[in-house]
């Protein structure tokens, strides 16, 4: 199982909902109460750019993935 392998960070300034990726490379049962990954909050500090998009931002559920936002 991989937790979450292409985004390893929260950005600065995001508001909206997060989205845990979960992927299994084989059938896999997970029971009940078993923690599948951990969560770290780190303080910043000095001059910060605060996050700005318009692919999720504000976001407050489930969306469809709009990485092709970033091909244009």
Same mark, same amino acid.
């Not at 979450?4 to 979960?22: K, M, N, Q």
């Given at each position: 199982?991989?937790?979450?392998? +292409?985004? #390893?960070?929260?950005?600065?300034g995001?508001?909206? +909902?997060? +989205?845990?990726?979960?992927?299994?490379?084989?059938?896999?049962?997970?029971?009940?109460?078993?923690?599948?990954?951990?969560?770290?909050?780190?303080s910043?500090?000095g001059?910060?750019?605060?996050?700005?998009?318009?692919?999720?931002q #504000?976001?407050?559920?489930?969306r469809?993935?709009?990485?092709?936002?970033?091909?244009?």
């Amino acid at each position: 199982m991989f937790v979450h392998i +292409t985004a #390893g960070f929260g950005d600065v300034g995001f508001d909206g +909902t997060w +989205t845990l990726e979960i992927a299994c490379i084989e059938p896999l049962k997970i029971y009940p109460n078993t923690k599948v990954c951990q969560i770290s909050f780190h303080s910043v500090d000095g001059e910060k750019n605060l996050y700005k998009s318009d692919k999720y931002q #504000g976001q407050k559920s489930v969306r469809e993935s709009k990485l092709y936002k970033e091909f244009n």
